[in-house]
């Protein structure tokens, strides 16, 4: 994949996560607040997948990624993530207060990554590109 492809789909996951900012949000808070899980996982994808919950479709929002809701024991146990490698990504996690935990899962890439939570100062645009 070249540098461009791969910053075409970076901006794009971006201007789709600005939208869904607030939802995922909230879904990371109720997750923990449930006992779910300790480190809610995001599955941001162009495609249907068999794991998680489908909490946002990109159809009913005109993005460009459906974002799934699911945990680090079920991408475990999905071998999505080896049993040997949880310490690991749980040493990685950042706080799930202030960013959210996306896999970004495209024909051409799969990577995990961290994005801040826009913070809530009234002027979503500018805490959003401030982050």
Same mark, same amino acid.
């Given at each position: ?7 075409? !789909? !970076?901006?794009? &996951? ?34 249907? *997948? ?51 935990? *996306? ?5 051409? &890439?799969?990577?995990?990554?961290? *994005? ?12 959003? &590109?401030?982050?």
């Amino acid at each position: 994949m070249s540098e461009e492809e791969f910053k075409k !789909i !970076i901006e794009s &996951l971006k201007a789709d996560l600005k939208i869904y900012d607030e939802m995922i949000k909230e879904v990371s808070a109720d997750m923990i607040a449930e006992g779910f899980t300790e480190y809610p996982v995001f599955i941001a994808t162009e495609h249907d *997948v068999k794991i998680g919950e489908l909490i946002i479709d990109k159809n009913d929002m005109a993005g460009t990624y459906n974002v799934y809701a699911t945990t680090i024991d079920e991408m475990v146990e999905t071998k999505l993530i080896l049993e040997t490698k949880k310490n690991d990504f749980i040493k990685a996690y950042k706080d799930p207060k202030k960013f959210m935990c *996306v896999m970004l899962a495209t024909e051409k &890439l799969a990577s995990f990554i961290f *994005v801040p939570f826009a913070k809530s100062s009234g002027n979503e645009e500018e805490d959003y &590109l401030n982050n």
